[in-house]
């Protein structure tokens, strides 16, 4: 024994051993010597072991060694790490990162106490994990997508089976405890790595809720698993399980109230902000969405931070799929409170991205045509109020001489303003071709007036100036919202 010890202990530490680990592994599976493994001298040196090999002797170790001595090595190696990392951070830069010896700890644990001869209670037993617990938040600080989701893999594997060897093993009062532990390690594990699982469940989720809007990913798997999940206390690891595990036809308001503190903070922080979008998804935007309307104590803080995500987010699919949410929420909002929000989303401000102001008369004119489809219905978008409050952001220039500004097409070729006018054109049209018989005030006189001298006369202008010279795209699609409005125009005259 203390020569095969010896010969690996060379195998991981020298330079030119005369033989390396994989060399040793087929030779110790060949000769069939697997229990003369000394797992409490050898453990230690290889879990931080970066050479090919180490993986499986680890596994080899842990199988034919004494479940009792791998417990005890799989602990001094903890505490040396909780120590190393509290003292030094990251550690010996020869080893391997502190991640994968986590990973390689869960897999030993996971090995070895389903065959340890229990002594102490079940939860007493368990107790090392509590402790390795204490890891998962440092070694996940700069863990790469690959390692993270081995983490979360070999955490839910030891979970699973430890939960499966508890059975039997326990009064109900232990079996509590025991669990506790388990569900702790998982979610401290599921937190940690939450920005790390990158499952794109929230692309998945909308390809399935707007097909015509969806587009080709690469979306990965899921992880997968039962919707076995309690809302009283949720955490960030909660949802990152409920984004996976929700089922069609659960009762989707209730527990958007129940998590929703939860999914304000992950908004707020970036983090699982995947798994987020996703449960917001299936619960506002799923084939049977709620038909009532939301309370205000969720339709405000949403319709505060998404706008910001739709603007900032780097990942252009994200801002997408925001999008969409914000409209969403917005559709579920009355319509007293729609219509202010709409007036903060597309007035100028300090915190407010040009870009947004602009995607948000897109989501003003879906609440027109929603108003001005229904006969029925009370709507502010179909009274007078909606020109009221919108109309001094929309229909005038900001600042009146803004067109005058710019200098050559390139400068209006790389600016936000050509894009915002052509919005604000096709909402006019839409006022004027759908709003028939006058019920938003749009064909009074006093405003047609006040559109053409503020919107429509300093535009054509600018086009008179600038079309003679150029064919750049946006100025294409201002001239051709330009033409329409005149032909809507001339055919209510």
Not at 52 to 71: I, M, Y
Not at 141 to 148: F, P
Not at 215 to 229: E, I, M, N, T
Request: with cysteine; aromatic share 4%; charged share 15%.
């Amino acid at each position: 024994m203390a020569a095969l010890t010896n010969l690996i202990i060379s195998a991981i530490h020298d330079d030119s051993p005369p033989c390396d680990l994989k060399y040793v592994l087929t030779s110790v599976q060949n000769d069939g010597v697997q229990g003369n493994l000394d797992a409490l001298t050898l453990l230690p040196h290889l879990l931080p072991c970066p050479r090919d090999g180490t993986d499986e002797l680890l596994a080899l170790a842990a199988h034919q060694s004494s479940p009792k001595e791998v417990v005890m090595a799989a602990q001094e190696v903890v505490e040396t790490l909780r120590i190393d990392t509290a003292e030094y951070g990251s550690g010996e830069s020869e080893s391997v990162s502190l991640i994968v010896q986590l990973t390689r700890l869960v897999s030993l644990f996971a090995e070895a106490f389903p065959r340890l001869a229990v002594r102490k209670s079940p939860s007493q037993t368990l107790a090392p994990l509590v402790e390795l617990k204490q890891l998962v938040s440092p070694a996940t600080e700069h863990a790469t997508v690959v390692e993270g989701r081995s983490l979360v893999r070999h955490t839910a594997l030891l979970v699973q089976k430890l939960g499966l060897w508890l059975q039997g093993k326990a009064e109900d009062n232990e079996l509590t405890a025991s669990y506790a532990i388990l569900t702790s390690l998982l979610d401290a594990t599921l937190e940690a790595c939450a920005n790390l699982i990158q499952s794109s469940v929230a692309q998945r989720v909308f390809e399935t809720c707007f097909p015509r809007l969806s587009f080709r990913s690469d979306a990965s798997s899921s992880l997968g698993r039962g919707y076995d999940l309690l809302h009283c206390n949720p955490t960030l690891a909660s949802l990152v399980l409920i984004a996976h595990a929700l089922p069609p036809n659960h009762p989707t308001l209730p527990l958007l109230v129940s998590i929703f503190p939860v999914l304000l903070a992950s908004l707020n922080s970036n983090v699982a902000l995947d798994a987020t979008l996703a449960i917001l998804m299936k619960v506002l935007c799923a084939s049977s969405p709620p038909q009532t309307e939301i309370s205000p104590d969720i339709i405000i803080p949403l319709t505060t931070i998404l706008p910001s995500l739709c603007s900032a987010h780097p990942d252009s699919s994200m801002r997408h799929i925001t999008f969409r949410i914000l409209g969403r929420v917005l559709q579920l909002t009355p319509s007293v409170l729609r219509l202010q929000i709409l007036q903060d989303l597309v007035s100028p401000s300090e915190d407010s991205s040009p870009h947004m102001r602009t995607a948000a008369i897109g989501l003003v004119k879906e609440a027109v045509l929603e108003a001005l489809s229904s006969q029925k219905v009370e709507n502010v978008f179909s009274t007078p109020l909606l020109l009221q409050t919108i109309g001094p952001y929309v229909f005038r220039l900001d600042p009146p001489d803004i067109l005058a500004s710019f200098t050559g097409i390139d400068a209006l070729k790389n600016s936000p303003v050509p894009g915002r006018l052509v919005e604000c054109l096709g909402l006019y049209y839409i006022l004027l071709s759908r709003d028939v018989s006058n019920r938003t005030g749009i064909r009074d006189p006093g405003t047609m007036r006040s559109v053409e001298s503020s919107l429509l006369s300093p535009i054509r202008s600018a086009l008179g100036r600038w079309v003679e010279n150029s064919e750049a795209l946006p100025l294409v699609a201002l001239q051709i919202g330009m033409e329409r409005v005149d032909d809507a125009l001339k055919a209510n005259r």
